[in-house]
């Protein structure tokens, strides 16, 4: 397993300001997670508003934060296209700027079994000079779940370095991590999920890529450091109280997934003053009025800002 | 409604030759159809493998099938990407090679609500010369259909000028006609499904776009006209041999969804001469062996080769 | 295929009282289906709230049908329970009660595959005196569709009569109705769904088992009529009329599926004197306020009330 | 919360013989169980194929584990129905047999929205004389997955005095176990997971009700203790153990759902003598052949037979 790529690797948000990109926000926010001790940043995730991006938008963003990061930690870049040829086209875009990893959906759009897959996997890392790591992300790919045996196998080939998990399969998660440790350790398994960061730790984990983490940063950092010292407990508290910050997500009522989401996480980073605005990639509209109101709320009384 | 976009439309295949597309198969096919009295063809579709090609493919594919249409029927182009801005870089190239509409999803990745999927299209729509028709395809798009106000709303606005709908939703195939036609019939309302043409035509509907179509088009079209004349048996009769020839896609066990429906597509075209080979975009493998056996069995009992 | 199952078949609704059967009201609803034309009655389905039913009060509502009906039209009665040996008891009853044929479901809450199904259905064919058909309902049985293979296999052992097709899939039917002929057409086909009966028809279906045919029989009927002359233009237009009045069911907002569909039909029911109210099985309650209002518009701009 | 409600609660299987229910083995279960150390009995679960059994067999099932548990730990009794009134059914009976709770779910095969259930829990507990504790179980169930704020007001209301999650959604776990704890805590909030116990208790479950726990029923009471006192460590490492002979659902190939998961239980529970064959239900065929060996291969490397 390569260890550039575990702990607290936030995905980094996109910060918008009247439909452009805010690169000096996107700045702020890469020095802000990296004195907050996080070992990583993943930029072009979901997180980051990737789907909404264009390509050279996307170069930007990258460029931006590798340029920032100047080495003080690893830069993972999202590679998010359809097949492995357009893939490959993003990816090697991404080398070329700089990134440590580049991170791969299986196909989308597409219709495709376990074999193509595969091979989709194998022409992506074949065509890089930089690790690959697998997104696993069903909840945006049709349900399409990558399965444990396809990813331990490609880790033994030297096709993967690592899986973030946003599947949402806590079963499939363990039996994931108890496979690759059985195979020598291959991957770095990180759990896409801010809620269960310390039982992804206990059961072996190797770390995780929380969305959340745009906001309250320390606070993974603390936890992941409370677990690999074997202090559940504190973990655990750790933990609670960031899903409790987390409820910001779930106020917003009778607006889009993405809106509800990434918007809640920019409006708290809007008033913490690591971004200028809470605006979103067009056609999303920026958290206004009760929704905003109802973040801000939590915020407060979980002392975010 | 624009009656260029009503009729038989095939979804056009994109021939590949060991990994290249095959261009000289790309005209044929476009003769071949044309030559069998299509209405119009699709280029750039989930039939051509759109979600395979990098974008110069896609490019070589438009233009090749442009120019040999020469303004014979009406081209239209799938624009296939995740999110507006994405889609207008491709429909713009599109528009440039000539032509004569655009055809778009609604975001996929991305997690959208209605009001932002409106936007979308009206981003869409505002940036091309060319009319712009909405692809409703919920088995590709995480299960998203576009819903019927939204889509008879957009008509009557000028922002869409059609529908191609493979939602498989019949219930909801009909409702939208007749929306459609308390309108004003500002869309041109296309079935997406080879199999129910006849009833899509006897409720309303202004035309299909059969993927079916590469391979046996001239019944299409004779279906088509017996639906015009009011000759429903005749139309019936005409599906129900469709129908019969369309168990091809069938026949593949254990292959994927876009080796076994395309896959079985091309290998009969490839066996009536239209095209060089059955070989499909990477990571898809061709049909071969007991499948391509079984694809080509019915062909031959349907009198197709 | 018997021909005692084709036709119209409407589902019987159950009228309420304030919590209580009403067999007065059942009883008229009976009467009115039959003075209308339909050529036979389906008792215990999902219009008839049966998952709401007792087994005292399914007793209850099967016998008033069986005697009201009087031999004039088939009784058929849904036998819905988990698995076989409850359906056996179920339906040993419904047969004691006099019913024509028995209507079953795939199993549900149980997790089951195609051999065990087929073992299911076999089961309760051979624990019976009178015909078993097949009841196709995915959206109530966690998505689980009867494959067409399995359908027409049982048919040819003599263990299937017949379908009740509401899965939605009319690519399915298609293929079904193809396949069911080709194998000398043991089973009675019948469509499920109320706004597509003139598509089915035309494609070879045997009848149709609709919902709303509680609120305007009539018109199914001269449909059905209208279709086994030929006259495919009427056929349309009749279509076209019943889906106007169908649109009653999209009205209520914020509803559950079952208050919704079943409601409205109810809601107008009433309206029309069928039925002295439209209550509910518990806990679903009835229509009310702007959601009656909305609904008894459709229905007099239809000229059904 | 009902502290009789907590800890280890294994759904106790069903044994079969020759396609009798097998009351000596079942009797062989409950001592088993309760000498291993559980705290507790779910009788009439999926685990113990409810949903198979007829009416009598539920009650001889029921009346037998009550009988032979004898006080020592308390029984609770899946009542499985459709909805309410048969719910009500189910449950009185096994309340008269003497059960110390009922379990149920929300209503299937009907189509309801929060309010009618919340209607449909609330009619189910005035019914009865003993606590009632909600199953949520939405792969069964349609995908239906019980909402967290449902759950803790009829907890505050009390209405419900425990649920037993089997979602799979470990997100939503935390937040119910959250609010509950915000809400005084009403509920025993158990996991239904065999495989995340460790992680479900760091954060706060009150216990589990695992399937496997027939098969290793000691682990699970280990790891209870172990968390109970703090050492997580050592709870995760009975966990992983636990997972590694839970790897036995995954090895039959080919089968259905109840066929591999309940079928791999009994398998190993025949070879350790606790029951006298792995039959099942019917018309699921037990596991033999080389599912059969496979499975038993795993539990003879685990120390399991």
Redesign the interface.
Known sequence: MDIRFTGVIPPVVTPFNHGEIDLDSLGRTVDFLISSGVHGLFVGG?SG???????S?RDAVIATVVERAAGRVPVLAGA?D?????VI?QARRAEVLGVDAVVATC???????AA??A??FR?IAAALNVPLLAYDVP?????KKLGRDLLVALGKEGVLAGVKDSS????GF??LV?ANAAAGHPLAVLSG????V???L???GDGCVPGYGNVDPGRYVALWEAAQA?N??VA?DL??QL??GF?IVYVPR??????TGIGAFKTVMAAQGTIDTNDM?????ALDGEARDGVLAIARAQGLI
Do not use: K
């Not at 949402?168 to 079963?171: K, R, S, T, Y």
């Not at 999920?193 to 269960?196: I, R």
């Not at 009778?254 to 809106?259: I, K, V, W």
């Not at 990639?281 to 509209?285: D, G, I, K, M, T």
């Open positions: 979901s508003e990737v789907a909404y991006l264009t390509d938008q998010i359809t097949t492995a040829h357009r086209e196909p989308f759009y597409a219709i495709n079994d193509e897959i091979d989709h022409a909840v945006r790919l049709n349900g949402g399969d806590d079963v363990r039996r108890a999920h801010e809620c269960v310390d039982g992804t206990l059961l072996g074997g559940w407990a655990r933990q609670d899903c409790a409820e009778g607006r889009s997934g993405d809106a990639a067009f056609p999303v509209r």
